[in-house]
């Protein structure tokens, strides 16, 4: 399967505990985003990459999250001293820069914070 | 800026009757719209987009949308409703200028009833 992969697909954790997700994109895609989606809601788009730079963060991306592309390939979002709040579904999808940016996403991890 | 509304926030249709899914947009640019779809515990699925190409967009599963600039819509339809068809659907904005942040609206739960 050459989809966008997540792992881990579910993490629970107690407040205050830092976490951090894995996002594989499709393997030839440049652009990398990282979404947010609460029960009920649309995802919320939380911050992308072009290769290796990051190039936008939306404000709901607070002082405790970070996330990290190295190497153009796979990311990392971490959250630190994570809150009930931040408990949500965390999508990460995948495109292709100059295919007017049909991202594909993919299944997603969910965080459940005690 | 841009946003998305979703004008109905449940649709419920009878098996082989037509699928009406509203949705209005603003962009201050020239924008890429899209259609998703997610079944429960599933990740969101492409249906359909718009690339100021045909303003009449066909997609997957015999569902098709229409762009019109001067309503600002792209009404998802689809002539006869199959039980599978049963999942939340997403319309989607992305400014055609610089690929990156995508913006959801809040989502239509469409119900199939036999």
């Known amino acids: 399967d050459t989809g966008v992969s997540q792992n881990p697909r579910h993490k629970i954790t107690k407040r205050g505990q830092n976490v951090t997700f894995r996002c594989d994109p499709i393997s030839e895609h440049n652009r990398l985003y990282w979404y947010r989606q609460t029960l009920g809601q649309g995802p919320e788009f939380l911050t992308y990459f072009q290769n290796e730079a990051q190039l936008e963060k939306s404000r709901l991306l607070s002082d405790r999250f970070s996330a990290e592309r190295p190497k153009g390939s796979f990311s990392t979002l971490e959250i630190q001293r994570t809150e009930q709040g931040d408990s949500a579904m965390y999508l990460c999808a995948s495109s292709l820069e100059g295919q007017t940016d049909t991202q594909y996403f993919g299944p997603g991890t969910r965080l459940t914070v005690l | 800026a841009q946003s998305v509304t979703q004008l109905d926030s449940h649709v419920s249709v009878s098996e082989g009757t037509p699928v009406l899914l509203r949705c209005n947009y603003s962009s201050s640019y020239s924008p890429s719209l899209f259609w998703y779809v997610q079944h429960p515990n599933k990740g969101l699925q492409l249906l359909l987009k718009?690339?100021?190409?045909?303003?009449l967009v066909k997609g997957i599963n015999g569902f098709e949308a229409e762009f019109k600039k001067s309503e600002t819509s792209f009404h998802l339809t689809k002539p006869s409703a199959h039980m599978s068809d049963a999942a939340e659907y997403f319309c989607?904005?992305?400014?055609?200028?610089?690929?990156?942040?995508?913006?959801f609206g809040d989502g239509t739960t469409l119900t199939v009833k036999p």
């Open positions: 989607v904005v992305t400014p055609d200028t610089n690929a990156g942040k995508s913006t």
């Open positions: 718009y690339t100021s190409a045909a303003t």
